[in-house]
């Protein structure tokens, strides 16, 4: 079987169009933790399967090497029954890394940032999401937040010790802390689809921390590393940055047994996570795996999460999240199926109900420029709410819709 769908991937892939930026173009910019080709380096300090394909324009000058990748989507959202709402909104993001040697190591410099304030701060109309607020009064619930106009501004130093082996300190402000798999809007597997994932607050809610320290090393495949950082999530005020703490802390062990695969572990203890219950602290703690294989020019990326929060005071709530993605030249076809845990749904009802989501979509992009594409895409969600609350939503199967352009530098 596996030949097959590797014979498969091989005929679907030779078809000409868009190509990811191949191993030996990105060969310039190395590791950002240590000693291993760029492409393993995920979000933040995670770690992706060492054959995932980047994307993005690469440069280099006067010992400078860099790389600047990023989208702008356009979308128009419907999400159906009372509790939804149709809109139209835009959410972009543009990200430009540079290294350059330091003494015996590398200096790398992360800066990510996004317009997604524009939207407003109640977000986007999304089923079955929670998490933060518009207002500092009231919770956001069937609607996502916009990110932050700064997602990351950090710097990571590297030191190698011999070998395969090196340690790195990072610092972000804001930064994210060594808690959960790669952040969804660069895990390959669930990039395309325009809408947060409702584990979001479960699995890596924290790539947005004002506040991050992290070290750590890294001994061939295995990278173990601990952060300090700011527990809070951040507030309604979107546009610039908020206080600086470090009250928090996490661990993560990753392992990237071979080029296909990475794994990691991790926990965090959060102070005071969420600005409308500051007595609440929580404990997290998440698993993943993601898979990904090269069919030529092309890509299939399968990524299985699980996350716990363990609110105290509070209730022991779990999410499961899978997703997958076929990346073809010119094409996308992606899947993410969800189950989840809530007890905001029903505010201020505190009661707690399981809750899941099947997405599937699919992206059409053609070159317009070199290292530009011009995107036009559709995405169908079909959400399960228990029978306590579908007189709320009127529905045992609430649904969404987002057709949406998109331009980006690939």
Not at 199 to 217: C, P, Q, Y
Not at 341 to 369: C, F, M, N, W
Request: charged share 15%; proline share 8%; aromatic share 8%.
């Amino acid at each position: 079987m596996r030949r097959g769908l590797a014979q498969l991937g091989t005929v679907l892939c030779s078809i000409p169009g868009i190509a990811f930026a191949q191993p030996d173009t990105m060969g310039m910019m190395g590791g950002t933790l240590g000693p291993y080709a760029m492409m393993q380096d995920g979000s933040g300090t995670a770690w992706q399967p060492a054959s995932t394909p980047m994307q993005g324009l690469m440069w280099a000058s006067g010992g400078w090497t860099g790389m600047v990748h990023g989208y702008a989507d356009l979308v128009y959202d419907r999400q159906s029954g009372p509790r939804g709402d149709t809109t139209v909104f835009s959410e972009s993001m543009v990200m430009a890394m540079a290294q350059h040697s330091a003494g015996a190591g590398t200096i790398t410099f992360k800066s990510m940032l996004s317009l997604d304030p524009a939207m407003g701060p109640a977000g986007y109309p999304l089923l079955l999401q929670t998490g933060e607020t518009a207002n500092g009064t009231t919770g956001l619930v069937d609607r996502q937040h916009p990110h932050n106009l700064f997602m990351e501004m950090a710097g990571v130093y590297a030191l190698p010790t011999g070998g395969a082996s090196s340690v790195f300190v990072y610092l972000g402000y804001p930064g994210e802390p060594a808690l959960g798999p790669v952040t969804f809007m660069h895990r390959l597997s669930g990039a395309d689809s325009p809408a947060a994932p409702i584990s979001h607050h479960w699995l890596d809610s924290t790539h947005i921390t004002f506040g991050v320290a992290t070290a750590g090393l890294v001994q061939g495949p295995v990278k173990i590393e601990a952060s300090a950082f700011n527990g809070r999530e951040p507030d309604q005020h979107r546009w610039g940055y908020q206080p600086l703490r470090l009250d928090s802390w996490s661990g993560r062990i990753t392992l990237n047994p071979q080029r296909d695969w990475s794994l990691q572990v991790s926990y965090g203890a959060l102070h005071s996570p969420e600005q409308l219950m500051p007595a609440v602290n929580q404990q997290r703690l998440t698993a993943s795996t993601t898979y990904n294989h090269r069919f030529a020019l092309c890509t299939w990326q399968t990524t299985l999460a699980w996350g716990r929060n363990r609110d105290r005071p509070g209730h022991v709530l779990d999410a499961v999240l899978f997703e997958s993605a076929l990346v073809l030249p010119r094409d996308t076809v992606f899947a993410r199926a969800e189950a989840v845990h809530k007890d905001d749904l029903a505010p201020p009802s505190s009661q707690v109900a399981r809750v899941g989501e099947i997405t599937l979509g699919y992206v059409h992009q053609i070159p317009i420029a070199r290292h530009v594409a011009l995107g036009a895409g559709l995405q169908a969600t079909v959400d399960f709410v228990p029978a306590a609350l579908q007189p709320a939503y009127r529905a045992s199967e609430p649904t969404g819709v987002m057709p949406f352009v998109r331009i980006a530098i690939r």
